[in-house]
């Protein structure tokens, strides 16, 4: 089964930055779709990012201009890289991986998440 870890979340000032990374458990021949989701206390799982493999990137509306998201194909690695942080990008931040093929199958995961707060 693939296991995602996150790293990188933490405390922030408002307009400060963070970047989050994603590292898969293990080597996969290729991983479809790389993408990070947030929720909120009280509120649903959002979409944030997604990048393919061939690195065709997606942002929702409210991070476009402000968060990158980027991927190390070679080392099966997700980044989300955080500027001009808001308070209302406070959340759990998730990794997730769409169709990560090895020899054997694909598979869909989720990472654990790792908190990101941004303070006014």
């Known amino acids: 089964q693939v296991q995602l870890v996150e790293s990188g979340g933490g405390l922030v000032q408002a307009g400060g930055s963070l970047r989050l990374s994603c590292a898969a458990s293990e080597t996969f021949l290729n991983i479809s779709i790389m993408a990070w989701y947030r929720q909120a206390p009280g509120k649903q799982r959002e979409l944030v990012a997604t990048?393919?493999?061939?690195?065709?990137?997606n942002y929702a509306d409210s991070v476009r201009g402000r968060f990158t998201i980027s991927r190390d194909n070679a080392k099966n690695m997700a980044y989300l890289q955080m500027n001009s942080l808001e308070p209302e990008d406070t959340a759990v931040y998730y990794c997730?991986?769409?169709?990560?093929?090895?020899?054997?199958?694909?598979?869909?995961?989720w990472g654990q998440g790792t908190q990101v707060t941004v303070s006014s």
């Open positions: 997730n991986v769409k169709g990560a093929c090895n020899w054997v199958s694909c598979n869909d995961a």
């Open positions: 990048i393919t493999s061939t690195g065709t990137k």
